[in-house]
């Protein structure tokens, strides 16, 4: 079983962040332009937490106020949950099943250093299955 490094190392250590004080309109935006679904919000160089697009559909969506009328702080996600580079994909899929949530930054010693997202956890559990599958293919051919 991998863990998070590995998947960092593959896809790399990006984080994109937005400070407490923007609007929900900037976050909306930063997130189109970079084609992602989430952004750590930082405070002061610390995370104090996400914003999410479910957050926008849940608490902003519906809303008679407009996106620019939030402030990220507002309608981010304060329950920050997150994951070291040592940790196993195993934990991190575990976490986002019992939290629903899609996305986990990666903090070691107090500094972010990525952000795991379901899709890289499922990506690396086929690959790890496909190898796996590769292996027991060639244990059976060597056996006949």
């Known amino acids: 079983m991998n863990n998070v490094n590995q998947i960092l190392k593959s896809k790399g250590y990006q984080v994109w962040t937005i400070d407490r004080a923007a609007t929900v309109l900037d976050g909306m935006q930063l997130m189109s332009d970079q084609k992602i679904g989430s952004l750590l919000v930082m405070e002061n160089g610390k995370p104090v937490g996400i914003f999410t697009e479910r957050d926008y559909a849940r608490k902003v969506g519906f809303s008679d106020k407009h996106p620019q009328d939030f402030d990220i702080s507002e309608v981010m996600t304060k329950d920050l949950i997150s994951v070291t580079s040592t940790q ?12 629903q949530i899609r996305h986990l930054p990666v903090i070691d010693d107090g500094k972010v250093i990525g952000m795991v997202s379901i899709g890289d956890v499922v990506k690396d559990l086929i690959d790890e299955l496909e190898f796996l599958v590769e292996q027991l293919k060639g244990y059976i051919t060597g056996l006949q």
């Open 88 to 99: 196993s994909v195993r934990d991190c899929m575990r976490l986002m099943t019992e939290n």
